[in-house]
C-alpha cells in the first residue's frame, strides 16, 4: 500500500516558524525569503482546513491545533534525526553525542553551531535533548551539559556560561513603563519555574532587595523551562530567564528587560566529557569551543534592549 505523501517543505517552514514564532527569523534559519514561508505555511492551512498561527505583532502566536502539531512535528524531526544517526552509527560514521537540556539547546547552543560546524566540518555531531536538567544517562552520550555550581565528579568539566537571571516580559505587560524597581516588582504577577534547580530562583532575585516575593498560585507555576518562556512570551506575565538566553529576544523588542536588576549566582552551565566521549576524536574541541563560543559579541550581544 502507498504511503500517502507529506508536504514536507511545508512542515519545515511551518516547525521553523513555531520554533522563532516568526516567519522571518524562520526564513533566516531556512535560507529562503521572508515571504515563502509565509506562503508555506498558508498553503498547509489550506490542506489542513485550520489555523496555525494567530498573525499578532511582534511575533505570532500558536493557535491549539498550531500547538498539537508543533509537538507532533518535533517528535517526528528528533524520531527521524535519531534513525538517521543510528544508521551512520553502523556505517562507521559515529557522530560525538551532545546530551544537553532543550531549554539550553534551543537558546544557547544551536544558534551558535553554525559556526562551530564552519570551523570543524570535519566533526559530526548528534544533539539529543532533555526537558530537566537531571534527567540523563552518561552511559548514552559524549558530551553532557548540566547546570549547577560545578561540573560531575569524574569527569573532564567546564564552565560554559555563569548564571545571569534577568526579569523579562513583553512590553504589553509593562503598558508603558519603564524598566522596574524590585519592590515595584513584586506586585506584578511573576511566573515561577517549579523545577526542582529553580524553583527559588526569584527569591534569589530579589536577595538583598529587603523585598519578599510572595508564593506563586498553582496557576502561574511551570515545570517546564520551554513552557515558562511561552508563557512570558504570549504576556502571561513576569518571568525569570537568563543572559544571553533571551537577548535575540531583548534586541528585537519581543522582549524587555521588567526591572534594571541582573543577579549573577555562582551557578552556571557546565560542559562534561562522559567515559563514554574520553579520547574520542573531537569530543575536547567541541567543549573548548563550547565554553568561549561567547567570548566574542554576537550581533545582539553588548547592545541596549529597546523599551517601548
Request: glycine share 8%; proline share 7%; aromatic share 8%.
Amino acid at each position: 500500500m502507498a504511503r500517502p505523501s507529506l508536504p514536507l517543505h511545508q512542515i519545515q517552514a511551518f516547525d521553523a516558524a513555531a520554533r522563532h514564532l516568526s516567519f522571518t527569523r524562520a526564513a533566516r534559519e531556512l535560507n529562503v525569503l521572508g515571504p515563502a514561508v509565509g506562503r508555506q505555511v498558508a498553503q498547509l492551512e489550506a490542506d489542513l482546513g485550520v489555523s496555525l498561527f494567530l498573525r499578532t505583532k511582534p511575533r505570532l502566536t500558536l493557535t491549539d491545533e498550531g500547538a498539537q502539531l508543533a509537538r507532533a512535528v518535533a517528535a517526528g524531526f528528533e524520531a527521524l534525526h535519531q534513525g538517521l544517526a543510528e544508521l551512520r552509527d553502523r556505517s562507521g560514521q559515529a557522530a560525538l553525542v551532545v546530551n544537553a537540556a532543550i531549554g539550553f539547546t534551543s537558546y544557547y547552543l544551536l544558534p551558535r553551531m553554525g559556526a562551530f560546524q564552519s570551523r570543524h566540518p570535519e566533526i559530526a555531531l548528534q544533539i539529543v535533548t532533555r526537558d530537566q536538567n537531571p534527567d540523563y544517562d552518561p552511559a548514552t552520550c559524549d558530551l553532557l551539559v548540566t547546570f549547577g555550581t560545578a561540573g560531575l565528579e569524574g569527569m573532564v568539566s567546564r564552565r560554559v556560561i555563569p548564571e545571569r537571571l534577568v526579569a523579562v516580559c513583553t512590553p504589553a505587560v509593562l503598558g508603558g513603563r519603564g524598566p522596574l524597581g524590585r519592590a515595584e516588582l513584586a506586585a506584578e504577577r511573576l511566573l515561577h519555574l517549579s523545577a526542582e534547580s529553580h524553583f527559588d530562583d526569584w527569591q534569589r532575585y530579589f536577595e538583598g532587595s529587603g523585598v519578599t516575593p510572595p508564593s506563586p498560585p498553582r496557576h502561574d507555576r511551570f515545570h517546564s523551562f520551554m513552557v515558562h518562556n511561552r508563557a512570558v512570551q504570549n504576556g502571561m506575565g513576569i518571568g525569570l530567564s537568563w543572559r544571553p538566553f533571551m537577548d535575540d529576544q531583548l534586541e528585537s523588542g519581543a522582549l524587555v528587560l521588567a526591572a534594571t536588576h541582573e543577579c549573577r549566582t555562582t551557578r552556571g552551565y557546565y560542559c562534561n566529557v562522559t567515559p563514554r566521549g574520553a579520547g574520542k576524536p573531537g569530543a575536547e574541541t567541541f567543549m573548548t569551543w563550547l565554553c568561549e563560543a561567547d567570548r566574542a559579541p554576537s550581533p545582539a550581544a553588548d547592545r541596549s534592549p529597546r523599551h517601548p
